[in-house]
């Protein structure tokens, strides 16, 4: 049986990694590849799949256009309008793992509780860090970013899930010892923050290379939990290994294999 991770670009994924990692210890014979699929070649593409595939693992730009050619979503994937599984079977199943990969990520990094989310981003991972805040208890959010209809999309998650939203500046916000923010932006765009936040709580920045991230130093730096983006990546990959293989995933092996992937970049 045959999975991959499409995205474009994807040369730097390791998914790879995670995947094979995790085929090897439960036994499994199953190829896992890694294939450059734009927006513009996606749909051709899932139209050859055929019945010896398991299922995909999307990345950018293909967390969206999925919605076009999935045959059942799971509620949190419409939830956040974000997918970046797809299962092969009798339909095109579609399902959303970076929430679990942030809770998971979260929970094993930090037993503080927190009571409002700093989300720093709007994009499709910004939308699924909602989710996540929201099976933490999170109740408020602050967000800091430029594109106004992201945000309002934000919003309209937040409300939904009975969680305080507010669109505001980075030099407006407080951090206290319960604030957990969340980087959701890409290497580098948050990097000049350092010069005006002084933080509090955790950060979980989703950014693993390089790592520690510049903002991450600077949580450092106070002596705060920083979270590194390694350990959404891992607990995503997991969940999506349990969907396509109906096995529980060996977290511990795969983990070792992404530190030792990582140490050699």
């Not at 999935?70 to 959303?96: K, Y």
């Not at 499709?124 to 805040?133: E, G, L, Y």
């Not at 959404?232 to 999506?240: C, I, R, T």
Request: hydrophobic share 45%.
């Amino acid at each position: 049986m045959i999975a991959a991770v499409l995205g474009s670009p994807i040369a730097h994924s390791l998914s790879p990694v995670l995947h094979l990692t995790a085929y090897r210890e439960l036994g499994l014979q199953h190829e896992y590849r890694k294939i450059e699929v734009d927006a513009e070649s996606f749909r051709e593409f899932v139209d050859t799949l055929t019945s010896n595939w398991l299922g995909l693992s999307l990345t950018m730009p293909l967390k969206e256009i999925a919605f076009d050619v999935a045959q059942s979503v799971s509620p949190v994937a419409l939830l956040t309008r974000s997918i970046n599984t797809l299962i092969c079977g009798d339909e095109l199943m579609a399902d959303n793992t970076d929430v679990t990969g942030i809770v998971q990520a979260i929970k094993e990094s930090s037993d503080s509780p927190f009571d409002r989310l700093v989300l720093l981003g709007s994009g499709a991972t910004a939308r699924s860090a909602i989710v996540a805040a929201a099976q933490l208890d999170i109740g408020a959010i602050y967000a800091v970013a430029r594109n106004e209809a992201a945000l309002l999309e934000c919003a309209s998650i937040a409300k939904r899930l009975g969680m305080e939203f507010e669109a505001t500046s980075i030099y407006d916000l407080e951090f206290t010892p319960e604030t957990l923010t969340i980087n959701t932006t890409p290497a580098g765009v948050a990097d000049r923050l350092v010069e005006v936040v002084q933080p509090e709580g955790a950060l979980l920045d989703v950014v693993y290379h390089p790592w520690p991230s510049i903002l991450a130093k600077h949580w450092l730096s106070h002596d705060l939990t920083i979270i590194s983006g390694h350990l959404m990546l891992l607990h995503q990959a997991a969940k999506q290994v349990e969907l396509m293989t109906g096995q529980t995933a060996p977290v511990e092996a795969m983990r070792v294999a992404l530190l030792t992937a990582m140490r050699s970049r």
